[in-house]
């Protein structure tokens, strides 16, 4: 059974730091891409940034490009966003996601991440 | 940067209705569409994947098809466990993006 788990998510002030992580298990983990994906309260999903199965080639949204570090360690079946810089408008929950192709097939349930002083 | 336009926004049916959910692409992007579902307090679900292929253990009333820069999610009789809010999400190019959603609610 494939399962995502997140974690790391919290309450930071403005201009802070959080690392969140997704831990994979069920499926091979160093096969895939992962996504993190996040939705403000109340609104819909944004997509943040992707990493390919290796960890060579990375992506990221307009609005967290050099803020934002997505990484993995294959050895930990482990997917990380380094947040820096943070913003009110960074708040909301962050989702990870396994990537196929055509879309993202397996979710975690979620980190809320709160930026506010 | 690709923007999808979702329409409508708000959706309200009754059981048994037939719905259809509309995604326009400022661009084309062949058929690399998805659709998601979420209800309240979860996890988005993928329903179909490149714009028309039913995802396994979905039922058979959502379908999809499209391809470019027009797509339609459909559910051919609207069930209880149907309302919520539906997604799409282009995988053409990136920076990848989603439409701002449709929530059906109960007529």
């Known amino acids: 059974e494939v399962q995502l788990l997140e974690s790391g998510g919290g309450l930071v002030q403005p201009g802070g730091s959080l690392r969140l992580s997704c831990a994979a298990s069920?499926?091979?983990?160093?096969?895939?891409?992962m996504s993190w994906v996040r939705q403000a309260p109340g609104k819909g999903l944004e997509w943040v940034s992707d990493?390919?199965?290796?960890?060579?080639?990375?992506y990221y949204g307009d609005s967290v490009k050099g803020r934002f570090t997505i990484s993995r360690d294959n050895s930990k079946n482990t997917v990380y966003l380094q947040m820096n810089s943070l913003r009110a408008e960074d708040t909301g929950i962050y989702y990870c996601?396994?990537?196929?192709?055509?879309?993202?097939?397996?979710w975690g349930q979620g980190t809320l991440v709160t930026v506010s002083s | 940067d690709i923007q999808l336009t979702q329409s409508p926004s708000f959706l309200s049916a009754s059981v048994g209705d037939r719905v259809t959910i509309t995604c326009r692409a400022s661009?084309?992007?062949?058929?690399?569409l998805a659709w998601y579902q979420q209800t309240p307090g979860k996890a988005p679900k993928l329903l179909i994947s490149?714009?028309?292929s039913l995802q396994s253990g979905v039922p058979s009333r959502f379908s999809g098809s499209g391809s470019g820069t027009e797509f339609t999610l459909t559910i051919s009789s609207l069930q209880p466990e149907d309302f919520a809010s539906y997604y799409c999400?282009?995988?053409?190019?990136?920076?990848?993006?989603f439409g701002g959603g449709t929530k059906v609610e109960i007529k």
């Open positions: 490149a714009a028309s």
């Open positions: 996601a396994k990537r196929i192709r055509n879309g993202a097939d397996y």
């Open positions: 661009q084309g992007i062949n058929t690399y």
């Open positions: 999400q282009q995988l053409n190019t990136y920076p990848l993006s």
């Open positions: 990493i390919t199965n290796g960890g060579g080639v990375t």
């Open positions: 069920g499926f091979t983990f160093s096969g895939y891409s």
